[in-house]
């Protein structure tokens, strides 16, 4: 099973 | 004071009719690199990111760095006003919270401006690292959209794997499956028509379909789209505007649980 992943995830606050 | 005079106004319109749908407000930057803007929809799942560069406008002042909030369905239905052939001036006073659009017909002779409130808008503003992607695909941006539109009306998810093969999107759903694969094309008579895979590694990731169609949107910006996949990544989905910058979509992919 997949889930959705949020894009903050992988970038990070600048 | 700003003043942005963008020869091509229908540039601006079609940039708008390509975000307005994924995001509902969003703050446009202004500095000497040029407009830009950075937001993600309202669930956090993809991001989009445009740049017109100042280059592009045939007049650009920008005093100091400006961020402005707007609603992007109303700056939408503003944008709708002008011609396709108008010019369009951005103007804002220091301090204001309000901007003005001036549409300018072709031969001057007729002349609108529309005032918009501008808004306070808390977003969070992402860093995107520089990456290396395993493979970049890029094809003509209408063969993208008709794959995306072909294959949401069969499934709600889309696999997207680049080989040696090419490139193959696959879906399923209650009715069946579908799978679409792309081959390298290079020998075709125009350079935008050709499709081409450069893979460093093979690559396969998951996405909601329902993004993508709304990325698609920005086809009538770009004859050509470039999608650039790395595992576990966000893909990126890239229409460049001529002349003067790009509009990018990242989108988070499905991950194992």
Same mark, same amino acid.
């Given at each position: 099973?997949?889930?959705?992943?949020?894009?903050?995830? *992988? *970038?990070?606050?600048? | 004071?700003?003043?942005?005079?963008? @020869?091509?106004?229908?540039?601006?319109?079609?940039?708008? +009719?390509?975000?307005?749908?994924?995001?509902?407000?969003?703050?446009?930057?202004? #500095?000497?690199?040029?407009?830009?803007? &950075?937001?993600?929809?309202? #669930?956090?799942?993809?991001?989009?990111?445009?740049?017109?560069? #100042?280059?592009?406008?045939?007049?650009?002042?920008? =005093?100091?760095?400006?961020?402005?909030?707007?609603?992007?369905?109303?700056?939408?239905?503003?944008?709708?006003?002008?011609? !396709?052939?108008?010019?369009?001036?951005?103007?804002?006073?220091?301090?204001?919270?309000?901007?003005?659009?001036?549409?300018?017909?072709?031969?001057?002779?007729?002349?609108?401006?529309? +005032?918009?409130?501008?808004?306070?808008?808390?977003? +969070?503003?992402?860093?995107?690292?520089?990456?290396?992607?395993?493979?970049?695909?890029?094809?003509?941006?209408?063969?993208?959209? /008709?794959?995306?539109?072909?294959?949401?009306?069969?499934?709600?998810?889309? @696999?997207?794997?680049?080989?040696?093969?090419?490139?193959?999107?696959?879906? /399923?759903?209650?009715?069946?499956?579908?799978?679409?694969?792309? /081959? &390298?094309?290079?020998?075709? =008579?125009?350079?935008?028509?050709?499709?081409?895979?450069?893979? !460093?590694?093979?690559? #396969?990731?998951?996405?909601?379909?329902?993004?993508? !169609?709304?990325?698609?949107?920005?086809?009538?910006?770009?004859?050509? @789209?470039?999608?650039?996949?790395?595992?576990?990544?966000?893909?990126?989905?890239?229409?460049?505007?001529?002349?003067?910058?790009?509009?990018?979509?990242?989108?988070?992919?499905?991950?194992?649980?």
């Amino acid at each position: 099973l997949k889930s959705q992943a949020r894009i903050a995830r *992988f *970038f990070r606050s600048s | 004071m700003l003043e942005l005079r963008l @020869v091509q106004g229908s540039l601006l319109k079609k940039v708008l +009719e390509a975000v307005k749908d994924l995001v509902n407000d969003a703050n446009f930057d202004c #500095s000497a690199t040029g407009f830009s803007l &950075q937001a993600m929809d309202s #669930s956090h799942v993809a991001l989009v990111a445009l740049l017109l560069r #100042s280059e592009g406008f045939e007049h650009y002042r920008c =005093d100091r760095n400006i961020s402005m909030g707007m609603n992007l369905g109303n700056m939408a239905k503003m944008l709708k006003c002008a011609g !396709n052939d108008d010019i369009i001036t951005l103007k804002a006073d220091d301090g204001s919270d309000v901007v003005t659009f001036m549409f300018e017909s072709p031969t001057q002779d007729k002349i609108a401006d529309f +005032e918009m409130k501008l808004m306070d808008i808390d977003s +969070e503003h992402l860093g995107i690292p520089e990456a290396e992607y395993h493979a970049i695909v890029r094809m003509p941006s209408s063969e993208f959209a /008709r794959i995306c539109k072909d294959l949401s009306s069969i499934g709600d998810t889309v @696999v997207i794997s680049v080989t040696k093969e090419g490139v193959k999107f696959s879906t /399923r759903g209650d009715i069946g499956t579908a799978n679409i694969v792309c /081959r &390298q094309n290079t020998t075709v =008579d125009k350079p935008e028509e050709a499709t081409v895979i450069e893979m !460093n590694e093979p690559v #396969s990731l998951t996405f909601a379909l329902r993004y993508f !169609n709304s990325f698609t949107k920005a086809t009538p910006l770009s004859n050509t @789209v470039t999608l650039s996949l790395s595992s576990e990544l966000p893909v990126v989905v890239e229409y460049k505007i001529a002349e003067m910058g790009y509009i990018r979509f990242y989108l988070a992919p499905k991950i194992e649980d």
